[in-house]
């Protein structure tokens, strides 16, 4: 098995399973059986040490710096003055095979829990969360981490600062049904710092920004100047400066259209979701 043909098996199944996930995902047993037939088909490609090149270790462990996608921010309609380097996307910034490690490790965490009605905040509604207690993860999924906070740090905080000197709080998994909603609201500042961040993964989703008024979120939400970001699965979005602190954040419901910059138009049928925060802490 070479790495094109492993990489050919991987890009097909998980479009197999995008298909089995339209029929399946209305329930939790399907949901169940969606997952297990994606787990069975990535066993399936089982690869021989013989059959790869010997730095592919080194190849598939080296984390390297990408640049965001233009074509997943929409900002035709953003009021003057905004700062597109405040709001990013970063296409594919995980493989496959790391998404369905997440997907496996927040589906094991949450499978038992119930789904809650509201949020102390009320921004959020039929929505399971978890904290991720990093010691105890697998190494895989330990690398993963490492991997979202090296980005954030290289490309999101001053070059004066080490990676060591970033305090992080830890990530957060958010399992979001179907017919949940994440409404407009700027994330507290009592705790975290100048950054949030999300991977994207199962179900494509909008999200949108419109500035706060005189901080009020309420208001926000009937200007006519917004922001959008396409968050495809496997995608990591960023908001920091002014879309972390003046603008609120919410996705839009199923079915909403987001127009690229190319002049694209994709219809977002939004279906279960998962996605995993990144935080830094607040300075002292």
């Known amino acids: 098995l ?108 949450t499978r038992r829990r119930r789904y809650e009605k509201g949020h102390w905040d009320a921004v959020i509604t039929d929505y399971k969360e978890i904290e991720l207690n990093e010691s105890s993860l697998e190494d895989t999924l330990q690398r993963i981490v490492r991997q979202v906070r ?20 830890p990530p957060h998994g958010i399992d979001l049904k179907l017919d949940g909603e994440l409404k407009a609201h700027v994330d507290s500042v009592r705790f975290s710092g100048d950054l949030v961040a999300g991977i994207s993964l199962l179900s494509s989703s909008i999200m949108r920004l419109k500035p706060e008024i005189d901080g009020s979120e309420s208001i926000s ?3 006519e100047e917004w922001v959008d970001l396409y968050l495809p699965p496997r995608s990591l979005y960023v908001l920091s400066g002014m879309s972390r602190y003046e603008y609120t954040h919410e996705l839009l419901p199923s079915g909403s259209i987001f127009r690229a910059p190319n002049g694209e138009e994709i219809q977002v049928d939004r279906d279960r979701r998962f996605s995993v925060i990144f935080r830094d802490a607040k300075s002292r």
């Open 150 to 169: 090296n980005q954030l740090t290289s490309r999101h905080f001053s070059k004066s600062l080490s990676h060591d000197e970033v305090q992080w709080l």
């Open 221 to 223: 939400s009937a200007t």
């Open 2 to 109: 070479t790495l094109d043909n492993l990489g050919r098996f991987l890009f097909h199944g998980q479009h197999i399973i995008s298909i089995l996930s339209v029929e399946f995902t209305s329930s939790q047993d399907g949901f169940n059986r969606t997952m297990w037939r994606l787990k069975g088909l990535l066993k399936q490609a089982k690869v021989s040490k013989r059959t790869i090149a010997p730095n592919f270790k080194r190849f598939t462990t080296t984390v390297s710096i990408v640049d965001p996608d233009p074509l997943l921010i929409d900002v035709s309609n953003a009021p003057s003055g905004f700062d597109p380097s405040s709001a990013v996307v970063y296409n594919d910034f995980i493989s496959v095979a790391d998404s369905d490690s997440l997907i496996d490790e927040l589906h094991g965490q």
